[in-house]
Every structure is written in structure tokens, then in C-alpha cells.
């Protein structure tokens, strides 16, 4: 199996930054792509950022681009989202999200369903 946790949200001023990280665990090799969705209150769960380990392809949601990247430590199976220029409309559960086994391209990146594992999601909010 596989566990994410994630960390790193709060509360943060519009303009700000913060960096979340997810860390992987478990049977990692089974772990070909990493990716970071949000989901506001009353709102289905959006895809932000993803990645392929390996290969260095990305896919960044039109709503966040300019604003967040997305780094990664291979030795310790870490992701970091790193916002900036936030906004109020930014505010949301984030969470890390794993496909098993295979890589992800195009409209897969968007697709809960493609996405087998979940970590628990760590609250961003951002105030005027």
C-alpha cells in the first residue's frame, strides 16, 4: 500500500505564499505520478498540478499558472506545491493524489477517477 500525507497549508494573506509538501510512503515503486488537486466548499474537486517521476512531464491547471510550480525530492518521495500570488479563490482542501502504476497524460491529469490513492488534504485559506 501506499500513504500520502500531506502538510504545510494555513491561513495566509492575499498576495502571500505558502508551500504545501506530500510525502509518499509504502510501496513507492508502485508510484509513477504525483499530482495536487483542491477542492472549495460546495465546489467537485479540481485538478491544480501534476507530474510524472522520471520524466519530467507536468501539467499545470490553466487557474493556477504563472502562480504555483512544483518540486520534488526523489530521495525522500516528496512533492512540494508552491503558491504564490494567492487569491481568495484559491482557498481550498488541498490533496495529494497518486495514480498506481502508470503515468498520466493530457485530460487523464483532470479525472479523479485515474487517481488510486488520497491523502487526508491540509486547509489553505486566503483572506482579503
Known amino acids: 500500500q501506499v500513504q500520502l500525507v500531506e502538510s504545510g497549508g494555513g491561513l495566509v494573506q492575499a498576495g502571500g505564499s505558502l508551500r504545501l509538501s506530500c510525502t509518499a510512503s509504502?510501496?513507492?515503486?508502485?508510484?509513477?505520478?504525483m499530482a495536487w488537486f483542491r477542492q472549495a466548499p460546495g465546489k467537485e474537486r479540481e485538478f491544480v498540478v501534476g507530474?510524472?517521476?522520471?520524466?519530467?512531464?507536468?501539467a499545470t491547471a490553466d487557474s493556477v499558472k504563472g502562480r504555483f510550480t512544483v518540486s520534488r525530492d526523489y530521495s525522500t518521495m516528496t512533492i512540494y506545491l508552491e503558491m504564490s500570488s494567492l487569491k481568495n479563490e484559491d482557498t481550498a482542501v488541498y490533496y495529494c493524489?497518486?495514480?498506481?502504476?502508470?503515468?498520466?497524460?493530457?485530460?487523464?491529469?483532470?479525472?479523479?477517477?485515474?487517481?488510486?490513492?488520497w491523502g487526508q488534504g491540509t486547509q489553505v485559506t486566503v483572506s482579503s
Open positions: 493524489a497518486v495514480p498506481l502504476s502508470k503515468r498520466l497524460y493530457g485530460k487523464e491529469w483532470y479525472m479523479t477517477t485515474q487517481y488510486a490513492i
Open positions: 507530474f510524472n517521476w522520471n520524466h519530467d512531464s507536468t
Open positions: 509504502g510501496r513507492t515503486a508502485s508510484i509513477y505520478a
